[in-house]
Nanobody, 123 residues
């Protein structure tokens, strides 16, 4: 059974930093491409970042390039998202996702989702 368990998130002021972590089962971590999406109420969920463990390649949405960093810890089977220089536009529910479909390091059509963790950035 695929399980994605998220942790981290919270509230921070503009310019601050937060980290998110997603722990996956052994089968999930070794089989699926993992990444992060976010969703603001009333808007579509958007891909933020993803990482392909096969070659370590990464993908970032233009809105977070240079500010967010995705990484993986094979020993802990976790994928983390370090978010720096946060601004109010980053406020959203963040979801860990897993998929076997990809285009390079871009995660396509997630098959599984974590429960979501809220990130709130105040001005």
């Amino acid at each position: 059974q695929v399980q994605l368990v998220e942790s981290g998130g919270g509230s921070v002021q503009t310019g601050g930093s937060l980290s998110l972590s997603c722990a996956a089962s052994a089968e999930t971590y070794s089989t699926y491409l993992m990444g992060w999406f976010r969703q603001v109420s009333g808007k579509e969920r958007e891909g933020v970042a993803s990482i392909y463990s096969g070659d370590g390649s990464t993908y970032y949405a233009d809105s977070v390039k240079g500010r967010f960093t995705i990484s993986q810890d094979n020993a802990k089977r976790t994928v983390s998202l370090r978010m720096d220089s946060l601004n109010p536009e980053d406020t959203a529910m963040y979801y860990c996702a897993a998929s076997k479909r990809r285009l390079g390091a871009v995660l396509l059509s997630p098959a599984y989702w974590g429960q979501g963790t809220q990130v709130t950035v105040s001005s």
